[in-house]
């Protein structure tokens, strides 16, 4: 196998990878598919190519591989029987591959691999926004399916448990594989739910171990702050969400270790420390970097390293707090999920006098006291609040008072 085959492959479309690789493949290991279960693609994690063994229609799942996966990972590479698409089949040649073709292979793969996981860890702006739109579209056809199946099955079960039924064998083999059913649908669920996402705590040991070699041999101390129960360590971060934060938090401690001149009086002022810190709550994830140094970090360097690209594509953001000889502080705020669109304000439609009379009445205030308080007419206000109530499009002064504290004209 020529393994130069393998910059054709990385330089391929994310969904000609395996296509090619299964080109790549096909002259030293014969075979009629190829499936990828991995970790690091939340949009995506598992992915086929190929014509699947079993029955017309079946198809290779995600249990079936995770049941390869202690296997493969112990010995590195395995060769054998296993259950794929629902039958026993070879998941090589029933004759042994050569070592030296298993040896290419287990390098060819290795290094997609490899590629696909520095592609997640730099979280590259444009693949983070179509991740995250394809996540959203997958997450929701996931559920969907999942609800359909799991009330069909819950149903037939209901229906097999009476006692009214005839035939006790075949109902007790129904009701069987009903249950086996539904648990596998569980299962399944679940195992997406572990390949997509990542709880705070365990993104944040990840991100503690990418640091430590960065500053290794220089005289700059780490101060860690992980998330405690408090702080939502055990919150689940979608992966696009915790790669982000994790490269956004690596690419400014870079820049606050190589980007920083001397301080204002001309002298150096080197970064002695470093404080990285994660919260999560309101549904975002706020990361922060402080140093001891200079306090003349910029944003362009930051921009220069892709950082607010990066939160952008998420519509995370970014702020920046440099204090001359005190040291600089970065916070990165990226939301948990895909953004909302804003609300319109309802009180636009409203002239300047209808939105003096409007807070006046959401102070609990009566026409006469608002008629004193604006210098009109009460009548004035009668026809001032009949206009408000029309155009905010509710029926009562209670409602508009609501509207009025949701939207902020009660000055308060």
Not at 73 to 82: C, I, K, L, T
Not at 277 to 283: A, E, M
Request: negative net charge; aromatic residues 2%.
């Amino acid at each position: 196998m020529d393994l130069t085959a393998a910059v054709d492959v990385i330089r391929a479309p994310l969904g000609e990878i395996l296509p090619r690789l299964s080109d790549a493949l096909s002259e030293a290991i014969a075979h009629r598919a190829l499936a990828e279960l991995s970790g690091n693609c939340p949009h995506s994690p598992f992915e086929t190519h190929g014509h699947p063994p079993g029955d017309p229609g079946s198809a290779i799942t995600t249990v079936e591989m995770a049941a390869l996966s202690p296997a493969a990972r112990a010995e590195g590479s395995r060769q054998g029987r296993a259950r794929m698409a629902g039958a026993e089949v070879p998941v090589t040649e029933e004759t042994p591959v050569p070592a030296g073709s298993v040896a290419a292979a287990r390098t060819l793969w290795d290094l997609v691999t490899a590629h696909r996981d520095r592609m997640a860890a730099e979280a590259v702006p444009g693949t983070l926004a179509q991740s995250r739109a394809a996540a959203a579209a997958r997450a929701t056809a996931i559920a969907e399916l999942v609800d359909a199946h799991g009330a069909a099955l819950s149903a037939l079960l209901g229906v097999l448990r009476r006692r009214d039924l005839d035939d006790p064998t075949a109902r007790a083999r129904a009701v069987d594989l009903a249950v086996t059913a539904l648990a596998e649908l569980r299962d399944r669920t679940d195992r997406d739910q572990a390949l997509v996402e990542e709880s705070a705590g365990d993104a944040f040991a990840r991100l503690a171990e990418a640091l430590r070699p960065v500053l290794r041999g220089l005289a700059v101390r780490l101060d860690l702050g992980p998330p405690g129960t408090e702080e939502g360590a055990d919150r689940l971060l979608p992966a696009d969400v915790a790669n982000t934060a994790r490269a956004v938090v690596q690419a400014v401690v870079h820049a606050m270790l190589d980007e920083q001149g001397p301080g204002q009086d001309g002298a150096p002022r080197p970064v002695r420390r470093v404080h990285v810190g994660w919260k999560v709550g309101d549904g975002e994830l706020r990361a922060t970097v402080r140093d001891d140094g200079p306090g003349v970090l910029r944003r362009t360097a930051l921009d220069a390293r892709r950082v607010g690209e990066r939160l952008s594509a998420l519509g995370g953001r970014l702020d920046v707090d440099a204090v001359p000889e005190w040291g600089t502080m970065v916070t990165a705020t990226v939301p948990l999920g895909p953004p909302q669109p804003a609300r319109k304000d309802p009180l636009y439609v409203l002239g300047a006098r209808e939105l003096e009379a409007l807070e006046q009445l959401a102070r609990g205030r009566r026409n006469r006291q608002i008629a004193q308080e604006l210098h009109i007419s009460e009548s004035t206000v009668k026809f001032h609040v009949a206009n408000i109530l029309e155009k905010l499009g509710v029926t009562s002064r209670g409602e508009a008072a609501a509207l009025a504290h949701t939207w902020g004209a009660t000055g308060s």
